[in-house]
């Protein structure tokens, strides 16, 4: 099983739209959860934590279900401005590299 | 507002050739890593040094070598570059325990 998987896409949805993205991992001592956003030929950027309770920012909501492995992004009111790949990232321990998921594409279409 | 620095942003290289990829943060932070991204794939960890004076192999690390120069600086360096070895490369560093990365903007290297 690999460490973290995400389902490739692509998504292609139209503006105004509602999508979620998934991506489970395999280290149950993970301790930190991110997703970030890579636009093409670009660096990744951080989108957002992903904490326990679950977090919200704008129009963008992560989840975590530690005892499933499991993280979620749910985008509402789709931009074409959301249009990039989407990356599920794990902290296995404090201080250990961060294990970055192969992402997710995502086109927003007008 | 820096962050991350990498030079030089674009390079091209002959088979054979030597080349250091500089990378710079203001972070602050302990951690730094290299890693290579090819076309329509995921990024691949080349190398990291989780603090000062320590280095430590990532996934893909044969043909490279890495100096962590102070807390802000981690170079790369291919000594003979190879065609397989184009690629777009990225530095990030982290803060302590479950900080996220910062990403430099990438060095895109291309090898004849």
């Known amino acids: 099983r690999k460490e973290v998987e995400q389902d490739p896409g692509p998504f292609n949805v139209p503006e105004g739209a509602t999508v979620a993205f998934n991506c489970t991992y395999s280290n149950s001592a993970s301790q930190s959860f991110f997703w970030y956003r890579q636009d093409c030929r670009k660096e990744p950027k951080l989108l957002m934590s992903?904490?326990?309770s679950g977090n919200e920012d704008g129009r963008f909501t992560a989840q975590l279900n530690r005892a499933s492995q499991y993280i979620s992004l749910l985008i509402r009111d789709s931009k074409l401005s959301d249009s990039a790949t989407y990356l599920c990232?794990?902290?296995?321990?404090?201080?250990?590299?961060?294990?970055f998921g192969k992402g997710t594409r995502l086109s927003v279409i007008a | 507002n820096a962050g991350v620095t990498q030079t030089p942003k674009f390079q091209v290289l002959k088979t054979g050739q030597s080349m250091t990829l500089q990378c710079a943060q203001d972070m602050n932070h302990n951690s730094m890593y290299w890693y290579r991204q090819d076309p329509g794939m995921g990024l691949r960890l080349i190398y990291y040094s989780a603090s000062e004076g320590t280095t430590d192999k990532g996934e893909v690390p044969n043909g490279y070598n890495v100096s962590r120069l102070n807390k802000r600086e981690f170079s790369l360096r291919l000594e003979s570059a190879a065609p397989s070895q184009t690629s777009v490369y990225f530095c990030a560093s982290k803060g302590q325990g479950g900080q996220p990365q910062h990403f430099g903007d990438g060095t895109r290297l291309s090898i004849l």
């Open positions: 990232v794990v902290s296995p321990s404090g201080n250990t590299p961060l294990v």
């Open positions: 992903v904490y326990s």
